[in-house]
């Protein structure tokens, strides 16, 4: 055992502070003991809605459950940085000549600065990839 937290520590370490059995958390999120067992072995997966629901009874971060559940998960979301130190947001804004030949407007640009701060996308063609979307969306 490696001692960092996985999944199944967590929400059974957490069930135990809480002093609640099994019994209980099933029936607050309305499964099944048994269910519960194989979560805390590890044996199964749980859904979105299992992470939810745990987080809530177990008084956990949603987030940060979900990301335990799905490690693989975290590095889609997880702000990355440019080998200059900045993150993919600003060196993206910073690119007058990007900004140039995909025609992208300040309206646009503020468009995408919310997207930036949704979770960091990981290129500026992630953002490229975004803005198309957009235009096509609306039929620009």
């Keep these: 055992m490696t001692g960092i937290p996985n999944f199944a520590s967590v929400i059974r370490n957490r069930r135990r502070q809480l002093d609640l059995t099994q019994e209980e958390v099933a029936r607050r999120i309305g499964t099944s003991v048994a269910y ?8 199964r997966h749980p859904s979105e809605k299992v992470v939810v629901e745990l987080a809530r009874v177990l008084g956990l971060d949603p987030r940060e459950l979900f990301f ?3 490690p693989e998960t975290k590095g889609l979301v997880t702000q990355t940085l440019e080998g200059n130190g900045e993150s993919v ?4 804004a910073k690119d ?25 996308v990981r290129s ?17």
């Design 36 to 43: 519960i067992a194989h979560l805390e072995a590890d044996r």
């Design 89 to 92: 947001w600003e060196t993206f």
């Design 96 to 120: 007058e000549k990007l900004r140039e030949s995909h025609k992208i407007t300040d309206q646009e640009m503020e468009t995408l600065s919310r997207v930036a701060l949704m979770g960091e």
């Design 68 to 70: 335990l559940a799905n």
């Design 124 to 140: 500026s063609r992630d953002f490229i990839f975004i803005l198309q979307t957009i235009r096509h969306a609306l039929g620009r």
